[in-house]
Nanobody
């Protein structure tokens, strides 16, 4: 059964940190480039960070230097370490394969709320 189980979100003050996890099932995880996306209220989803099957990473300019994406193929899990959070990082964060064929798939995600 296909599953992307995001967790780790919550309410945090600006400047704080959170670590998101996404446990996957139903895909050959190690063969996929993976990504974290976020969607703020009234806005389109945006790519936050991606990690290739080989471990190469890239980030949206808005999070460079603050967020770190990583993966553990032994646990079929992708992580997003978020430091120095800002109010504008408030959104629902979701993970999925970083591929055009997955563009219409959206999981439940995990809510991140940053207060000032």
């Amino acid at each position: 059964q296909l599953q992307f189980m995001e967790s780790g979100g919550g309410l945090v003050q600006a400047g704080g940190s959170l670590r998101l996890s996404c446990v996957t099932a139903g895909i050959s995880f190690s063969l996929y480039d993976m990504a974290w996306y976020r969607q703020a209220p009234g806005k389109q989803p945006e790519l936050v960070a991606a990690v290739s099957e080989g471990g190469n990473t890239n980030y949206a300019d808005s999070v460079k230097g603050r967020f770190t994406i990583s993966r553990d193929n032994s646990k079929d899990t992708v992580y997003l370490q978020m430091n120095n959070l800002k109010v504008e990082d408030t959104a629902v964060y979701s993970c999925k394969p970083n591929s055009p064929s997955w563009k219409n798939y959206w999981g439940r995600g995990t809510q991140v709320t940053v207060s000032s």
